[in-house]
């Protein structure tokens, strides 16, 4: 069975579908410990606490047999101030994103099951061109940086994460950028000459606006209860693995 963004595969890519106990995420990059002991997937702090396992999505073979894997459990030392966390992968990360179509359940669509490799990580900067790619949504590019240095309130906060700082904001004028589901997933720019990517950061949250008007209508799946906008936030990988302790897999 190949490696689709619905149902990953050691070693773990970014840019897939992650659940634990009915909540569902993406996973961002893989990263390895500083001493070079582990590695680990990113994702968003507030998609969970330790000790549940995350999963991929679930197939059905043609004799009955169930195929899901399990990537590991969220560590302890969570990133709360920018929202990021750290899946523990005894089975391995990768140092690739998932690009291309989303998944759609709904359809028993699975995804893109192609990928490009990430060649380091950076900073953002007001102005940027960005790419997102939650597995709800899919590759998403052509998403302006808007502003870095913000500060965001959730409430209700949701898995100890309410108040994040030095975030970053990017933005369309029409078009949605990322939604519900999306949370955990890759943010980065794209480097043609060659052909990788470079690590920006960890979607975390989107823009309602003032009467909805940062709500648009969603890309890729887009069932009739999930929620998108043209406005997202993300925290910035470099200050997450900072905190974590940890390296970008390239």
């Known amino acids: 069975l190949p490696a689709y ?8 890519w970014g840019g897939s579908y992650i659940v634990t106990a009915g909540h569902t995420c993406s996973s ?21 606490r330790g000790g549940s396992q995350w999963r991929t999505g679930a197939v059905a073979l043609g004799d009955g047999t169930v195929v899901v894997n399990t990537l590991g ?5 969570r990133d709360l101030d920018r929202d990021g966390a750290a899946i523990l992968t005894r089975d391995g990360s990768g140092s690739h994103v998932y690009v291309g179509a989303s998944i759609n359940p709904d359809m028993g ?15 953002s900067f007001e102005g940027d061109l960005v790419c997102t790619g939650g597995a709800p949504s899919g590759t998403i ?4 940086v808007a502003a870095t240095g913000v500060t965001v ?17 990017a933005q369309t004028v029409n078009e949605a950028v990322a939604g519900q589901g999306d949370s955990g997933g890759p943010v980065y720019s794209i480097n043609p000459s060659s052909n990788s990517i470079t690590a920006l950061g960890i979607i975390s949250g989107i823009s ?33 693995m900072r905190t974590i302790g940890v390296r970008i897999n390239t």
Request: aromatic share 8%.
């Open 28 to 48: 961002a990059f893989g990263v390895t410990g500083i001493n070079g002991a582990a590695t680990y997937m990113l994702t968003a702090a507030h998609c969970g």
């Open 141 to 144: 590019c052509g998403i302006r």
């Open 73 to 77: 459990e969220i560590i302890p030392g």
């Open 5 to 12: 963004r619905w149902i990953d595969f050691p070693a773990y």
């Open 109 to 123: 669509d699975l995804g893109s099951n192609t990928g490009v490799r990430v060649g380091g990580a950076a900073n």
């Open 153 to 169: 309130v959730y409430d209700p906060p949701m898995n100890d994460v309410g108040r994040v700082t030095g975030m970053v904001n």
């Open 208 to 240: 309602l606006g003032p009467n909805d008007q940062d709500v648009r209508p969603c890309r890729g799946w887009a069932p009739a209860n999930r929620i998108c906008s043209r406005s997202m936030f993300y925290g910035p990988v470099l200050d997450i």
